[in-house]
């Protein structure tokens, strides 16, 4: 959940960066699409665990950055008889 409009960033060195203009408060989604040993490892495995750094600056203020551990799972649509 943001506060205010801003601009937010998701990095990893084993994700590709996103950045995103936020217009309001309120929840977004953030696409995460791995890269290098991750992306192999879901490829594989289906899932992986990732230390990404998530940072908002928001139009006025300073700008916030924390880290969290994410467990990612492969996207793979429902199986239909």
């Given at each position: 959940m943001l506060p205010a409009a801003g601009q937010l960033s998701v990095s990893s060195p084993t994700i590709e960066r996103?950045?995103?203009t936020v217009r309001g408060a309120?929840?977004?989604r953030v696409p995460i699409l791995p890269k290098g040993p991750l992306a192999k490892r879901m490829s594989k495995y289906g899932e992986g665990k990732v230390r990404v750094t998530v940072t908002?600056?928001?139009t006025v203020g300073a700008p916030t950055t924390l880290?969290?551990?994410l467990k990612l799972l492969k996207n793979v649509p429902p199986i239909r008889d």
């Open positions: 996103q950045q995103l309120g929840p977004i908002f600056t928001p880290e969290k551990l």
